[in-house]
Nanobody, 126 residues
């Protein structure tokens, strides 16, 4: 059974940084494609960052490129999202996702992923 548990969210001010963690159990994240999505109030869930299986391809949405970094800590079987220069529009619930299907690409659609965490709230005040 695969479980993903996010942590690291909270209430911060604009310009601050946060690092989200997604601890995985049941599968090894080092060989799987991973993604971070967020859902703002009243909006659909959208991908903000993703990493392919090999770690050689990245996806970042236009709104976070240059400020967010997705990575894996293989020793801890954890997926990370470093978020810098946070803005109020970054507010939302952040979810990590894991893809166990084959494929070497980087994936940015919800339907591309098999497993999801429960989400962690990030609130950025102005």
């Amino acid at each position: 059974q695969v479980q993903l548990v996010e942590s690291g969210g909270g209430l911060v001010q604009a310009g601050d940084s946060l690092r989200l963690s997604c601890a995985a159990s049941g599968r090894t994240v080092s060989s799987l494609a991973v993604g971070w999505f967020r859902q703002a109030p009243g909006k659909e869930r959208e991908a903000v960052a993703a990493l392919n299986r090999s770690g050689g391809k990245w996806y970042y949405s236009d709104s976070v490129r240059g400020r967010f970094t997705v990575s894996r800590d293989n020793a801890k079987n954890t997926v990370l999202l470093q978020m810098n220069s946070l803005k109020p529009e970054d507010t939302g619930v952040y979810y990590c996702a894991l893809r166990i299907w084959t494929g070497s690409d980087v994936y940015a659609e919800s339907s591309d992923y098999n497993y999801w965490g429960q989400g962690t709230q990030v609130t950025v005040s102005s």
